[in-house]
């Protein structure tokens, strides 16, 4: 994770380095009962970097690690490629970039 945001440029790893990372093994029943898939490998929760300061819940990301582990079929190197492809997609929400800008730059 400390590798994937130093390769960010200095503005955007100001930035990332003070959104909250958090780790849960698979998506808690609170977060399934709103409609949050059983299988999903990480999400971006609160107001995204423009919004900011607008909304009652903190910005925080969450890498649910179990379902990382099993999406790369429990190889060490694909878990850490998916890790920080997960973490880049996440803080890319965060900086209000929605799916297909996410895509387009291969962090779908």
Known sequence: MEAALAELPPPLREQALRLPVTFEPVPNAGLQADGI???????????????????????????????LWEFADHEEGAFREEVRTTLLHELGHYLGLDEDDLTERGLE
């Open 37 to 67: 898939a059983p299988d999903t490998l990480g999400l971006f929760t609160g107001a995204d970097f423009v919004e900011e300061g607008h909304t009652p819940m903190p910005p925080q990301i969450i890498l649910f690690l179990d379902n």
